[in-house]
């Protein structure tokens, strides 16, 4: 009786795994707001061309790099989310020496408006918003000499 009575008292309070086991995107906590961003975009130089290991990131959020052709993908969530419209800035960071050229660091500020909204629920305080198609373009760091590039 004494289990039985325990087991009802932490389901009843919401301690139960059951809901956390619907290996969705989604985080497993009752009523809290969640809005997934993403950007993608390319970075490259003044001469059009593709700029590889090129750091990019937010304020308070991880980092991802830019791949062979330049191209990156960068998401994060907000909790609580902002109102809209939601303006970020994106940082980029040549973080690789001159391994593929020097380029000084740039920011880029994003906003996110609710017509950007690709997936669930209406309002501000759930569901995914995309930006693509964002390009960014970096110029020649000019801290370095001609001898390091």
């Known amino acids: 009786m004494k289990n039985k009575l325990i087991w ?17 995107d989604l985080p497993c906590e009752y009523g809290t707001p969640h809005v997934n961003f993403s950007v993608k975009g390319k970075v490259q130089n ?7 290991g090129i750091e990019v990131s937010a304020p ?19 909790w609580p989310p902002q109102q809209f419209p939601y303006e970020t800035t994106i940082e980029f960071r040549d973080t690789d020496g001159a391994e593929n050229g020097s380029y000084a660091d740039q920011q880029l500020t994003v ?3 609710e017509e950007d909204q690709t997936a669930g629920a209406s309002g501000w305080s759930e569901g995914s918003y995309a930006l693509s198609d964002i390009e960014v373009t970096l110029e020649s760091d000019p801290n370095e000499t001609e001898s390091h590039r």
């Open 111 to 113: 906003t996110f408006k």
């Open 60 to 78: 308070s959020q991880y980092a991802t790099h830019t791949n062979e052709e330049g191209v990156f993908v960068y998401n994060w969530d907000e």
């Open 8 to 24: 009802l008292i932490l389901s009843l309070l919401g301690f139960s795994t059951a809901a956390c086991n619907d290996n969705s």
């Open 46 to 52: 003044k001469a059009g061309e593709p700029i590889p």
